[in-house]
């Protein structure tokens, strides 16, 4: 090899070095799971650390014996745990002090985010949520839980004679089915420790077949949490993702005497939130819906609305990274010397937000779930 070419290809070479020394270095600065890579200062809590698990406070973690992690690894900062017995949405925390006594290991600890712990990597879920997979945690009196034998996938409550309203001798109450079928596709990608992206797309698909029943004049406003369901955990790379599901209904108004009034609405809506470049924005809400109704019976005044929906929890080790609200309703429009009597409005209210505390970001976003009231039938017409 001539002279003239000696430097310039040993240059070459000490750069080709220096490169792959500097990707060694990335994949060794901490612990690879799946897509992604957290930081050197986390302790994945393993089989025998879980063993040894004595307790979990909001403040403080004991272990009642040791581990070659745990006296490796207790000078590290940050502990992630997955589902156990004292953790059932995972562990999340910043360890902020340390006691040993040779036979029992205290951890004092902070809350944590999700850029103290992960470097680099993309989290990507996507999912429908399936009623088999759900748990039911509570209902009251009057609310059925459908059985997996059905076409709607979905989670859904039958309500039998549920009350509404109770005042002496008058009493509301509310007959029918709500059904949801949430699909969720979230995707969270994260570089230096900070986070650069985020997209997610919640499609709610709805079933809300209500029917009003009074014996008499009622009023005011009451909503109430029908049922409560959890969903089995969703690992992604040791995170620890669960959905939670409140059924809701209720009604705000009055009517003047009896009433009996029942309107179906299936809808399908599309919520899109994106984050990038440190700014949150959104898609226009997509919305489409079928309804049906059975005429009201009803001789007095009504300016009242009944509604129904889910309210969903996405929580991350526990911390909610989103929340969705969407209620379907329909309103009965009556006045008894008035033409026509009475008027059907259906409509939509809710809201989906993404909370800023887990992911460590100093702003969330909340995006606009109205669908605005549309008149489908009255006492003379009837309108699609």
Known sequence: ??????????????????????????????????????????????????????????NEIVFSGTTTKLDKHTDLNYLVAGITEKTPYGLLRKITG????????????TDAVLTDIIKEG????????????????????GVLVTGP??????????????????DGASIAMLNGSIGISPEINLRIKISGSKINEISLVT???????????????????????????VHSPIIIDSLVFIPEVKIICGFDGAVSGTVTSGVRQDRVIISEINYTSSK????????????????????ENSDLKIFSGPEISLKLFGSPLQTIKATGYYSLEAQKTGSPLWRLFIGGEGQNSIIPDILGLNDGYVSNLTIHAAEIANANTRRK
């Open 280 to 299: 949150w924005s959104e898609n226009p809400l997509t919305n489409t819906e079928n309804h049906d109704f059975s005429r009201p019976l009803i001789t």
């Open 149 to 166: 034998n059905k076409a709607f996938e979905g989670l859904a409550v039958t309500l039998e004679n549920f009350e509404m309203f109770r």
């Open 98 to 109: 340390i006691r040993n006594d040779g036979t029992t290991i205290i951890l004092t600890t």
């Open 203 to 229: 499609t709610l698909n709805k079933i809300d077949e209500i029917t009003i029943t009074s014996n008499g004049a009622f009023s005011g406003t009451r909503e109430i949490v029908a049922a409560e369901f």
């Open 1 to 58: 090899m001539g002279r003239k070419y000696f430097l310039p290809v040993c240059v070459l070479f000490m750069i080709c070095i220096l490169i792959e020394g500097c990707k060694r270095e990335e994949f060794v600065w901490g612990t690879k799971v799946g897509d992604i890579t957290y930081s050197e200062d986390v302790m994945l809590l393993g089989e025998e650390e879980i063993l040894v698990l004595s307790s979990v406070s909001e």
């Open 122 to 141: 993309v989290i990507a879920l996507q999912m429908k949520l399936q009623e088999k997979n759900f748990t039911l945690k509570s209902k009251m009196d």
